[in-house]
């Protein structure tokens, strides 16, 4: 069930969503329904670190390398991950404004434009040299994943307001 150094094996894992919607977890011979899956590091490292929670919120393990689970697993594991955090993803700045210290800012996202206002700099935060979260008055997170691959403009506007 688990390595050497305490983390789930990633053969060993079976992860379905069974018709009720609930996710159910099969390690070896053991069965967990109503399993629910959090991100350890859910800002530094989205990728790695995978808790898996039983019905009452108790640790079963940890995924270390999710990449390395079946694909059937990886892609429920994945799915319900999308589903518990739903974040926005910016695609383009188109301008920022500022007026009485609130920025607002004119984005174009995964879901569409929107325009959001950001209470002051503390709501932009840099997470490495390439990835920026901004945090809305109504705490929405906007996710930048790599400002590099945003055009000119919106990466002049990134650089005038970090």
């Not at 159910?24 to 959090?38: G, M, N, P, T």
């Not at 383009?92 to 569409?112: K, N, P, Y």
Request: some cysteine.
């Amino acid at each position: 069930m688990f390595d050497s150094d305490g983390w789930l094996i990633p053969d060993a894992v079976r992860l379905r969503r069974l018709a009720d919607g609930k996710l159910e977890l099969k390690v070896h011979s053991d069965v967990f329904c109503d399993v629910a899956i959090r991100r350890t590091f859910p800002v530094t490292d989205p990728e790695n670190y995978i808790v898996l929670l039983d019905s009452r919120g108790a640790e079963i393990g940890i995924v270390k390398t999710p990449s390395m689970l079946r694909t059937e697993t990886r892609d429920v594991l994945e799915d319900e991950l999308e589903r518990y955090y739903f974040t926005t993803r910016v695609q383009a700045i188109q301008a920022v404004t500022s007026r009485h210290g609130v920025t607002t800012w004119e984005l174009e996202t995964d879901r569409g434009p929107r325009t959001i206002c950001l209470k002051d700099r503390g709501a932009i935060r840099r997470m490495s040299d390439r990835r920026i979260i901004l945090i809305d008055m109504y705490g929405i997170r906007f996710d930048i994943p790599d400002t590099r691959k945003l055009d000119p403009t919106s990466q002049h506007l990134i650089d005038t307001e970090t």
